[in-house]
């Protein structure tokens, strides 16, 4: 029985905001050539849903990846030499905008929560985090952004936390103290 569901953030949550910024044909035609639909098709065939966990180890390992992706992308468009950098460094400005979630993400994730599944987020770009917490951080600090949690007592409790969490039972962060109470 399937008691839990994680998703991709990104193309299956959330896409981006500004489609028109963030097409490769307006930025290879920007810079004065023409992205045949066919080689557009087959390079998301050959990178979609690929595994691309070797390459998520850094953002520069990321980041050499995807440049190493649209350097192939560029020169099946006859992109060349000093051009061609140019032509992938707008290529991943046109990456870097704002996303939104597809209209259905937040009903489907109440639906799916309601139904007693756990239901779970992945982005592969976990380098982020510390900028996100940077930012985060003097909200919580100043009571800006409030935040829930589940605090249990002992190493017993353990199973069951996980349990509740992976149900979506808990509220906010799920923590589990152990060890010698240092007070008493």
């Known amino acids: 029985m399937v008691s839990a569901v994680i998703f991709d953030f990104y193309g299956t949550l959330a896409h981006w905001a500004d489609d028109d910024g963030h097409n490769y044909q307006a930025v290879l035609a920007a810079h004065g050539y023409a992205l045949d639909p066919t080689v557009l098709q087959d390079y998301f065939a050959r990178y979609d ?43 991943r400005d046109s990456d870097r905008g704002g996303m939104v979630a597809y209209p259905e993400a937040a009903a489907t994730l109440s639906a799916l929560r309601e139904a007693g ?6 982005s592969n770009w976990g380098w982020e ?17 409030k935040y829930r949690e589940d605090i249990r007592q002992g190493l017993e409790t353990v199973p069951a936390c996980f349990a509740e969490m992976l149900r979506g039972d808990n509220f906010g962060k799920m923590l589990v103290r152990v060890g010698v109470d240092p007070t008493g």
């Open 49 to 91: 849903g690929v595994d691309h966990a070797e390459h998520s180890v850094s953002e520069e390992a990321y980041e050499a990846w995807v440049r190493a992706r649209l350097g192939d992308l560029t020169a099946a468009c006859g992109v060349e030499g000093s051009r061609a950098e140019l032509v992938i460094d707008a290529l």
């Open 117 to 122: 599944l756990a239901v779970g987020v992945c």
């Open 129 to 145: 985090l510390d900028a996100f917490l940077r930012e985060v951080a003097p909200q919580v600090a100043s009571g800006a952004l």
